[in-house]
């Protein structure tokens, strides 16, 4: 923690070409574990524990932890990071083509579909309540990428696919939050939260950032933003219910709930802890 107080510019610059490259949080730690050996966890050191109980690790990923913060603390790398985050990914870029002339893309995890001058973005997990893990992420961010980038939609709608659990059996489910059984069985990396808050959510509430203009921020940086609304059938909960303070506008059934366990925890991640005020007021929030 002491040598990244004093030098995660200079390790910052290094990974990235004094910031002429931007290089996503993943790619960075890999990096990062290659260029400073020792300051995070080699990609091997975390595939040996992948699948161990949570409370059987070592934790091995706290450094990764200590490593972004100190970029993110930082007023020089910081911003840097964000944008670089905030950029469509090469996949999106490279799927665009295809998309323009379909019209729809499914993924694991996500689907987009156009109509007319809307885009449908799909939470797609079935089997889980279309919880949120390991095998939608990166799904999610490419379809929220289409949308964006895609010159003929003017607006975006996020739903949920029918799922497979008896008690809600073809019926739309907006989303269970973070998949709890993968949680538990030491199947989500720490990485992963940092990647959905910084990626896909930031995108929802910012937009896509520009690779030649400034960090898109409150003074400057322009993006690629469209209104996005949010269709929820029967629940919002956790993660879930953090997208719809992400959003521009929420649609629910009457019969929907909606709910954030995490509050109870001193835990309001994404953008949620911002947005919360304009939902319910100062006082609740």
Sequence with gaps: ATFLHQHVDAVYGALTENRSRFV???????????????????????????????????????????????????????????????????????????????????????????????????????????????????????????????????????????????????????GAGINLTHLYHGRIPFLWYLQRDLGYVNKLYRGLALAGDAPPDEFGGQTVEKPWIAAVESFAIGGHCQILLAVDYVLAEKSAFMTLPARKEGITPGAANMRLPRAVGDRIA
């Design 24 to 174: 996503r949080i993943d790619e960075l730690v890999v990096a990062a574990a290659r260029q400073f050996p020792g300051l995070v966890p080699t990609p091997q050191d975390i595939a040996a524990e992948e699948g161990l109980l949570q409370s059987q690790k070592a934790g091995l990923e706290i450094d990764q932890g200590l490593f972004i913060s100190a970029i993110l603390r930082s007023r020089q790398s910081g911003p840097h990071l964000c944008q670089a985050m905030l950029l469509p990914k090469p996949e999106s870029q490279a799927l665009l083509p295809r998309f323009a002339k379909d019209g729809r893309i499914e993924l694991p995890g996500a689907s987009i579909e156009r109509r007319g001058k809307a885009a449908i973005v799909t939470f797609r997990n079935p089997r889980f309540l279309n919880a949120e893990d390991q095998t939608t992420l990166d799904g999610m961010e490419t379809c929220v990428d289409l949308a964006l980038l895609d010159e003929r939609i003017e607006v975006a709608v996020l739903r949920g696919m029918k799922v497979e659990h008896p008690k809600y059996k073809d019926r739309h489910v907006f």
